[in-house]
């Protein structure tokens, strides 16, 4: 399969190159790394993500070299999708990606659906920046401190900071090679974890004070509203990171966290859309749940959207805990 995407990427001229909506430092990483490694090679890139930057990731080189709309003038030989488990996952820009010759899926979710004329899908890497990273070894173009910074700020982040399940070897050894190309461990820190808003510490208070837990005490869940959010004055990618605390909890192996999403309340219905963030302890696969509500992940980290009530929602996934 590696070859197979090499072999395409080499043939392409113009090259889209997207990740997923709300993207965290993998989607992100990844895509710089293989953005730059691209253009290294004297292609034209374009590089593509339907939301804002989040604060945290704006210290990345190349940055602002991400786009937000694709221009309907623009045509493209080659798209590589990177760490999406399906093409919707980018968003608005999935149906123009779809029309584009060859679609290069590159991910490591468990619930890919193999979409694309090449796929790239390994579920034993640590995060999709380590796919990237092979395949920029294995195609000699090297690596710079702005590809090494991506790739590991990518690592960094999907790993939780080498503490997650996805940890590996390669997680290691990676990031002691990107080191090793000049990256400053210690900077990348500071302008992920080291520096956070005062809205996005009393978001933290607010998302703590949410915390319920099922009667069995195996599942925990959070609730963030947009009220919470408008109050704090932060917005969703202050969000990243607050479910860890509900499943930290002694006895926990479930954690779900209800994000309710920016879009009006729908007027007729009165049905609002929310996120659902879940995680595990690693005894339990939470990508089937996710899965059994259109959503999809990794067996201990996975998501899905949902429109209905918050009564009826937190009903439904209290009821989950008596699977565990
Ligand atoms: P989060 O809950 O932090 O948004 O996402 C956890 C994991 O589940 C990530 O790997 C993410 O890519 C995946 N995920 C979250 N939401 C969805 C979704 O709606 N569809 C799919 N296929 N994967 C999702
Ligand atoms: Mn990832």
């Known amino acids: 399969m590696m070859d197979q995407i090499i072999q395409h990427l080499k043939k392409s001229k113009h090259v889209l190159l997207a990740s997923h909506t709300n993207p965290d430092g993998d989607a992100i990483g990844s895509l710089l790394a293989l953005g730059i490694a691209l253009d290294w090679l004297d292609k034209k890139i374009f590089l593509f993500n339907e939301s804002p930057i989040p604060a945290v990731y704006r ?27 399906n093409i919707q996952r980018i968003g608005k820009g999935s149906p123009a990606a779809c029309r584009i010759p060859v679609i290069l899926n590159i991910d490591h979710h468990i619930t890919n659906n193999n979409f694309g004329t090449c796929q790239l899908v390994d579920t034993k890497a640590c995060s999709t920046a380590e796919i990237v990273y092979r395949t920029i070894k294995k195609m000699e173009i090297p690596i710079n401190s702005a590809i090494a910074t991506s790739i590991y700020t990518g690592i960094l982040t999907d790993t939780g900071s080498f503490r997650f399940s996805n940890t590996n070897k390669s997680a290691f050894a990676i990031c002691e090679e990107m080191i090793g190309c000049g990256v400053n461990p ?10 956070y808003s005062l809205g996005r510490i009393r978001l933290l208070n607010l998302a703590l004070d949410s915390i319920e837990i099922s009667t069995n ?5 959070m609730t963030i509203t947009q009220e919470m959010i408008y109050e704090t004055g932060t917005n969703s990618e202050d969000i ?4 860890n605390y509900a499943k930290r909890i002694e006895d926990v192996k479930v954690a779900a966290l209800i994000q309710e999403q920016k879009t009006d309340s729908n007027q007729s219905t ?37 429109e209905t009530t918050l009564e009826a929602l937190k009903t439904q996934i209290i009821r989950l805990s008596e699977k565990i």
Request: charged share 15%.
């Open 270 to 306: 009165g049905l609002k859309t929310f996120h659902v963030s879940l995680r595990s302890d690693g005894t339990f696969d939470v990508s089937a749940i996710a899965s059994a509500f259109g959503g999809g992940g990794h067996s201990s980290a996975a998501g899905f959207n949902i």
């Open 186 to 195: 210690y900077e990348v820190a500071q302008h992920v974890y080291g520096t």
């Open 240 to 243: 990243d990171g607050l479910i």
């Open 59 to 85: 210290f990345l080189p190349f940055i602002e070299r991400i786009e937000h709309e694709i221009p309907a003038t623009l045509e493209f030989d080659t798209a590589v999708i990177l760490d999406c488990g």
């Open 217 to 221: 005490g195996k599942l925990s869940m």
